[in-house]
Each structure stands twice: as structure tokens, then as C-alpha cells.
């Protein structure tokens, strides 16, 4: 089946620094790609969908200027966390469309922790 | 808007015995598509079934089934022969077959099931 990878799986800024989650679709190309935040025990949050070469649309409530989404190409989407604080610490995911939009595949997450 | 509910957040169940999850989902929508998914310990999603909304016949993967009830905008997920590697999180999802925009492909998770399996 079609793979989906998350680099890196695990980091650790500093607070008020920002760092970047790459999603790479390894080999399809994916029209779509979400992106989710998951707090332990609890379900995925969509924080945003973004499509390739277009800027990303936002759910309600999520800071656009905080969660910086870049989706340059058909096989990578990343999601820039700015100016990084305790509380944007969690688990974040992100999934692929595949031909169909049935088809969703997800990355295998990557734990930021912030101090 | 779509939503979906799992109300129950924790199950158990003996190896080898079988267990039934709910989830029930609210849409004006005609056209879907459900999914179950598991999530192990590991955090990977991994999708454990899929049932079209036009079609009557419940989906089945191996020891997977779904009893899908459509006027009653119910969805659950049989797992025989319960397993120790079947212990994980369990996610009921939805989505609007065919959407277009910025909906396409976007997923509605219910609040999850923890699924424990004891030998």
C-alpha cells in the first residue's frame, strides 16, 4: 500500500523557537493532505487541509499565523509550528488522498515536545 | 455538519472472545462513506474497514465486521476471536463521498474507543 512518512518522529524545541514537520508521500502523489493534532487518549483534531500549490484552508479556531502550512509539491506538505510554547506540545499527524478520496493514508506522527 | 459518537471509551474483552463497538453518526448527506480505524500503541493509523453508505451489504475484513444501519445512522465494529494485538484505540470516522472543495477527502473521527484485550 502507499506510504506515508513524517520527519522527524520526535522533537524537542525551546520555547519561542519554531520548527518544522515534513509529510512525504513516498510513492503516490497525493492531490490533499491534512493535518491533525492529538492530545493523549483523545481523537485527531483537523487542523488543516492543504492542497498542492494553493494556500491551506484552516478549521475554525486554529491560528493560521502560528500553524504555517506549505504544500510546494505533489509529494510534500509541512507544517511550521512558530514561536513554539508548552501548550503547543502534542502529537501531530498528518494523511494523504490517494487517487480516491476514500483512500487516506496516514504518517506515523511526530510527538513535539516544547520546554 | 457531520458528527459522529462513540460512547463508549473504554472496552476489555478475554482473548479469543468477541466484542462489539458502537458508533452512531448524524448527516444530512446521502452519499458516504465509514471507516473504522485502529490506532496501537505505536500512534500509526491503520484502517481496519470501510463500508460504503449505497451499499446494504456489511463490509467484512477477516475477523473484522460492521453491522451498518442506515436509517438509524448506526455503525458498529464485531471483532471475533479477539486477538492481543487487537488492544489499540479505536476510531469510527465519516466522509462525505464525492465532496468537492475543501471538503474532499476530509474526515470526521468520532472520540475513539480504547479496546483492551486481556489473555
Known amino acids: 500500500g502507499a506510504v506515508v512518512s513524517q520527519h522527524p518522529s520526535r522533537v524537542i524545541c525551546k520555547s519561542g523557537t519554531s520548527v518544522k514537520i515534513e509529510c512525504r508521500s513516498l510513492d503516490f502523489q497525493a492531490t490533499t493532505m491534512f493535518w491533525y493534532r492529538q492530545f493523549p487518549k483523545q481523537s485527531l483534531m483537523l487542523m488543516a487541509t492543504s492542497n498542492e500549490g494553493s494556500k491551506a484552508t484552516y478549521e475554525q479556531g486554529v491560528e493560521k499565523d502560528k500553524f504555517l502550512i506549505n504544500h510546494a509539491s505533489l509529494t510534500l506538505s509541512t507544517l511550521t509550528v512558530t514561536s513554539a510554547h508548552p501548550e503547543d506540545s502534542s502529537f501531530y499527524i498528518c494523511?494523504?488522498?490517494?487517487?480516491?478520496?476514500?483512500?487516506?493514508?496516514f504518517g506515523p506522527g511526530t510527538r513535539l515536545t516544547v520546554t | 455538519a457531520q458528527t459522529v459518537t462513540q460512547s463508549q471509551p473504554e472496552m476489555s474483552v478475554q482473548e479469543a472472545e468477541t466484542v462489539t463497538l458502537s458508533c452512531t453518526y448524524d448527516?444530512?448527506?446521502?452519499?458516504?462513506?465509514l471507516f473504522w480505524y485502529k490506532q496501537p500503541p505505536s500512534r500509526q493509523m491503520i484502517l481496519v474497514i470501510r463500508?460504503?453508505?449505497?451499499?446494504?451489504q456489511n463490509a467484512t475484513e477477516n475477523r473484522f465486521s460492521v453491522n451498518f444501519q442506515k436509517a438509524a445512522k448506526s455503525f458498529s465494529l464485531k471483532i471475533s476471536d479477539s486477538q492481543l494485538g487487537d488492544t489499540a484505540m479505536y476510531f469510527c470516522?465519516?466522509?462525505?463521498?464525492?465532496?468537492?472543495?475543501?471538503?474532499?477527502?476530509?474526515?470526521?473521527f468520532g472520540q475513539g474507543t480504547i479496546l483492551t484485550v486481556h489473555p
Open positions: 494523511s494523504a488522498t490517494g487517487l480516491a478520496d476514500y483512500e487516506q493514508y
Open positions: 463500508q460504503e453508505a449505497y451499499k446494504q
Open positions: 470516522a465519516f466522509m462525505i463521498s464525492g465532496a468537492g472543495g475543501t471538503s474532499y477527502g476530509k474526515l470526521t
Open positions: 448527516t444530512s448527506e446521502n452519499n458516504y462513506y
